[in-house]
């Protein structure tokens, strides 16, 4: 209940913005990391540790912007 309280709220905090829903789903998929075995967490925290601005500019890439 406690965490979806907190996703509640930090969602009302970044509003519906491009870059406050990409922090959202990144803090949301590197909590599930805590739930992994130590050998697989590190791994799964790399994979979404990607800043919005990296993110934009690697999607423009592929985009083809």
Do not use: H, W
């Not at 990144?26 to 601005?53: F, G, W």
């Amino acid at each position: 209940m406690k965490v979806k309280l907190f996703y509640l709220c930090f969602f009302l905090i970044t509003g519906c913005t491009n870059s406050g829903s990409f922090e959202s789903i990144q803090l949301s998929n590197r909590l599930e990391c805590s739930k992994l075995p130590p050998s697989q967490y590190d791994e799964c925290v790399n994979r979404y540790n990607k800043s919005y601005d990296q993110y934009e500019r690697e999607r423009k890439e592929a985009m083809g912007d």
